[in-house]
């Protein structure tokens, strides 16, 4: 059994920095790697970001140049660093990862962004 475990959402102003976090309930290296995903109001859950134990990491297109997503493996967790953030950024942003061809998801965190 596997949990994700969101922490770091809150409310900002619009070109503000927030960073967000994933602990893993075990070892980050049992997975093939972890993912951010988002889901605004009224729509469909989107991947955010993606960070392999190896290979390339991935943005969407609408976060390039502002989002990082990075590892502490001697914490099993990830981390989601926001910045310039913009309003329509706000969402609920989930940790998700696959174990042994489950996936599993975070609670979720929210992250809200005024203008």
């Known amino acids: 059994q596997v949990q994700l475990v969101e922490s770091g959402g809150g409310l900002v102003q619009a070109g503000g920095s927030l960073r967000l976090s994933c602990a893993a309930s075990i070892s980050i290296f049992s997975f093939n790697g972890m993912n951010w995903y988002r889901q605004a109001p009224g729509k469909q859950r989107e991947p955010v970001a993606t960070l392999p134990n190896a290979g390339i990491v991935n943005y969407a297109d609408s976060v390039k140049g502002r989002f990082t997503i990075s590892r502490d493996t001697a914490s099993n967790t990830v981390y989601l660093q926001m910045t310039s953030l913009r309003p329509e950024d706000t969402a609920v942003y989930y940790c998700?990862?696959?174990?042994?061809?489950?996936?599993?998801w975070g609670q979720g965190t929210q992250v809200t962004v005024s203008s």
């Open positions: 998700n990862t696959y174990f042994r061809g489950k996936p599993y």
